[in-house]
């Protein structure tokens, strides 16, 4: 690596002083509101006013910020709604009565299980216009190549913080539990419904199947709570810092590649479901796609757990595949760095790599989080004190790797 250890460790302590900073003296970040603006605002004149930036833009977009996890509320209104729909089947006495109730809760659950699938594991804005709208952004940065610009790698970290998921903090496997059995519940309801459709009496045990789900309905309600964002110094002002730190060290080293251009995204919203990254890729795409600049995006993503850094091949849910040539580029800067990495799935959530490949782009995403999940993971705990300078420094030492390769070789085929 051309970055002296002594560059690189001094953009390791600018970094995680920073992170303290910012989670100290502007706060939580939530998606699309004033702090967000303002950590990127402070970002944006770090990277102009040390240079180590040509220049930076904040591109402004539109996003309902409750979005993505505001589905759990409506879900469970609705889930409640069906449940107690059951009960009316029940007394009413009246088979026509009956069959409507049993028609409708068939509809609300379905309606439900659609709103989950394309919201909350698909990242699809399904309920997004029905929400308030606010102002985000992402931070677009370049360090330019001395000359003819052939390549481009884009580094990427998201500087918003994630509303706290109330039965995360009190156990991750409680929040797998509540949403497991409300899909249980969901798949029982539209099943008994069915072969109760048409009947005059509700047999009492469907009754007692149903009453066993509304608890979880009612849980997953309180999932999370939009009265609480958490610190985020982990998830993800860690790949937000690096990001910002690999042009540190190219600047202060003295190193500006002939052919190769090195810019990073700070996203806005990427808990409000890659809202960011979303409009980035979909503002630049054809730019990137109609030139002749080879362009390759690496998202830097939660540098936080050193037996959990791993390079993600696939992504959103594990339905789709990240770029084979940015992988394999990841693949020997890891190896460069003597620490192979080893290929992982986001099999449960997406990053914002997953935006980008889903726009038609390269990408792939670097990230460490014990993925059971970690137990800061969306909660209060996601602290500045929290954070761990190893696996950050390797993180942000791949990053390096990743350019210097890139600047020779391009990515692998």
């Not at 792939?364 to 761990?388: E, F, Q, R, S």
């Amino acid at each position: 690596m051309n970055v002296s250890k002594e560059v690189r460790d001094a953009a390791v302590d600018y970094s995680l002083d920073s992170i303290k900073y910012i989670c100290e003296e502007i706060g939580p970040r939530e998606s699309g509101m004033p702090n967000e603006r303002k950590a990127q605002e402070w970002l944006k004149n770090e990277l102009l006013s040390n240079g180590w930036a040509d220049e930076a833009e904040i591109e402004d977009f539109t996003v309902s910020r409750h979005g993505l996890v505001g589905f759990t509320k409506i879900v469970s209104v609705i889930l409640v709604l069906a449940a107690a729909l059951q009960f009316v089947a029940y007394f009413s006495g009246i088979a026509l009565a009956a069959t409507v109730c049993h028609a409708l809760t068939i509809v609300l659950a379905v309606i439900a299980l659609v709103i989950t699938v394309l919201e909350f594991l698909m990242y699809k804005p399904f309920i997004d216009p029905l929400l308030p709208k606010t102002t985000s952004g992402n931070v677009y940065a370049k360090y330019k190549s001395a000359g003819e610009t052939k390549r481009r790698i884009i580094f990427s970290g998201h500087c918003d913080s994630a509303y706290e998921w109330t039965l995360m903090k009190i156990k991750p496997a409680f929040m797998i539990v509540t949403i497991v059995m409300c899909v249980v519940g969901v798949l029982a309801s539209v099943a008994l419904c069915a072969v109760n459709l048409g009947t005059a009496n509700t047999p009492v045990w469907s009754l007692v199947v149903t009453s066993v789900f509304i608890p979880f309905y009612i849980l997953l309600y309180f999932f999370c709570t939009f009265k609480v964002v958490v610190p985020g110094a982990n998830d993800n002002l860690t790949g937000v810092l690096a990001s910002v730190a690999v042009l540190k060290c190219l600047k202060d080293s003295g190193i500006r590649y002939e052919n190769t251009e090195v810019d990073v995204v700070l996203t806005g919203s990427e808990e409000s479901g890659l809202r960011g990254a979303f409009a980035w890729a979909k503002k630049h795409r054809d730019e990137i796609l109609n030139s002749d600049i080879e362009t390759v995006f690496i998202g830097l993503e939660t540098l936080r757990d050193w037996d959990h850094l791993n390079i993600y091949t696939r992504d959103l849910t594990g339905t789709i595949s990240h770029d084979a040539g940015a992988v394999k580029l990841l693949d020997k800067a890891s190896a460069a760095c003597g620490r192979p990495l080893k290929h992982f799935s986001v099999f449960f959530g997406a990053s914002d790599a997953a935006a980008i490949t889903k726009c038609g782009l390269r990408a792939t995403c670097l990230a460490g989080m014990d993925p059971t999940p970690a137990d800061y993971y969306h909660n209060v705990k996601d602290t500045a004190d929290n954070m761990d300078r190893k696996t950050f420094a390797l993180g942000l030492d791949i990053a390096i790797e990743a350019a210097e390769i890139f600047d020779k070789d391009g990515a692998p085929n």
